[in-house]
């Protein structure tokens, strides 16, 4: 098993900037990939980005493309988003999420985090 904890939501204003970070612990041996997704209320999730561990891989959302960063600190076990130039749009519930196989779609990640608040107000 791998436990995922996501922290760094909160509310910012339009242009401005978020870090996520989401620590893994357990199995981490078996990541193949980290992802984030999102979910807003009454939408599906929604692919933002994912990083493979084993060759540094990395894809956006055309989205998010050019306004986040996925990044991994290797000795923390730990995936980072940085988020700028945010929108209203980006306001969502923002997951981590790990696999043990590469890809960019929710149903292709066994685990998952609670979950982080991100609101950008207008």
């Known amino acids: 098993q791998v436990q995922l904890v996501e922290s760094g939501g909160g509310l910012v204003q339009t242009g401005g900037s978020l870090r996520l970070s989401c620590a893994a612990s357990?199995?981490?041996?078996?990541?193949?990939?980290m992802g984030w997704f999102r979910q807003d209320a009454g939408k599906s999730r929604e692919f933002v980005a994912a990083?493979?561990?084993?060759?540094?891989?990395?894809d956006y959302a055309d989205s998010v493309s050019g306004r986040f960063i996925i990044s991994r600190d290797d000795g923390e076990n730990t995936v980072y988003l940085q988020m700028n130039s945010l929108k209203p749009e980006d306001s969502a519930v923002y997951y981590c999420?790990?696999?043990?196989?590469?890809?960019?779609?929710?149903?292709?990640?066994?685990?998952w985090g609670q979950g982080t608040q991100v609101t950008v107000s207008s």
């Open positions: 990083m493979s561990w084993i060759d540094n891989k990395i």
């Open positions: 357990g199995r981490t041996f078996s990541i193949y990939t």
């Open positions: 999420a790990a696999n043990t196989e590469y890809g960019t779609g929710w149903y292709n990640y066994n685990y």
